[in-house]
């Protein structure tokens, strides 16, 4: 194996790949940080690596095929507050640095990415779902390697109607986000012919539900809140802020499957997921890391696997020129996820299959078989070209 890698190395030096035309590729990580109320789960707890883990894993592939190439990568990784997230994306630039993924929520990250543009940078989206972001207030220098509410809403949509399970009751939060989520299934079940019998909302009234007597509280008032429902085949809770769906398996008053912010989560990635190769993904991740892998992780792992390959294939660094490989049809990327996923030309959205996850395992990846698209089945998810309305990328 040593002479072999040798061997592999004496022949890119002689076709042009020595440390003579070396390029140093430096990325940054930047991760603002919010005030949010502990997830229902301690399971749950965000990792203070997070999203940082993924960069780090990325940067070990990146150099593993970089040093036969002569190419070097270094990604810094930079926390903050929203207060001081402006101050600290002009320190990365100050630093040079002109790729860079984020991990804000949509108001952030698109005051960040025009920011970031007036100096040339290329930003990826590694966490906000918003639909807007993919339409209206798209940005031809921002790509999305996380997945969309539509694109979470139609995996769910298109595996209920593969079960049959046709009459849905939805249930949401009232935060700004569940309401978000919840217009992201209205839209998912007229795509794909389901049908809404009805909609109810569970307040957010604030307080912790993980505490003293909380379990206690929603035994008693989850299934009353459900009772009297139309007669439906399957529960799809939009629970963006996580307050309540966790507690909706077994909390219902007609016991039926849940779906959506519960029971069964479409997902980017989890720790669980082992099948297309991904056994070798989450070893080297867990040796690195000592925690399983989680959809930020992935995100951020993704986008600078995007670098790379730019890198490797187009032997360019630059943030446009990144950008233009990228969006190429000459681009794609294994992702552990049986499909090489490549990015639509429309609206910078990664086209990647989506996990559905119910705590334990991967019970399903959609697209589901049977759903047809004349460029890719995974076009079926999200805004496919006729429903998007960004014009960035024209």
Known sequence: MKFALTLLASVLFFVGASPAFAIDVRAAVLRVDYQTLLPLSRYDVR?????????????????????FMGHNYETVQVSTTPDDADAAL????????????????????????????????????????????????????????????????????????????????LVHGSNPADVAMADAFRNAANKFGARIVEEREFEDTGGSRRTDSGHVM???????????????????????????????????????????????????????????????????FDELTRRYVRSEDFNVWLALRVVGEAVTRANTADPMGVLDYAMSDAFELAAFKGQKVTFRNWNGQIRQPVLLYDGMLTVSVSPQEGFLHQTSPLDTMGLDRPESNCTAFN
């Open 47 to 67: 990792p203070d690596d997070l999203g940082f883990a993924g960069a780090a894993l990325a940067d070990q592939d990146n150099n593993t095929t970089g040093s």
């Open 90 to 169: 002009d320190a990365i630039l100050a630093d040079g640095i002109r790729l860079i993924v984020v991990l804000a929520r949509a108001e952030d990250l698109l005051r960040l990415t025009d920011r970031a543009a007036e100096q040339g940078a290329l930003v990826f989206n590694a966490q906000a779902p918003d639909m807007a972001l993919r339409d209206t207030d798209c940005r031809a220098g921002l790509l999305h390697t996380s997945l969309s509410y539509g694109m979470k809403a139609d995996a769910v949509a298109q595996f209920a109607i593969w079960k049959k399970w046709t009459d849905w009751l």
């Open 218 to 284: 929603v035994q008693k008032q989850l299934p009353v809140f459900m009772q009297g429902a139309k007669d439906h085949d399957a529960v799809i809770a939009a629970d963006a802020t996580n307050y309540f769906a966790g507690f909706l398996p077994y909390h219902l008053w007609t016991p039926r499957p849940v779906m959506g912010s519960g029971g069964l989560v479409p997902v980017n990635f989890h720790g669980a997921h082992e099948a297309y190769g991904a056994t070798q993904f989450q070893t080297r």
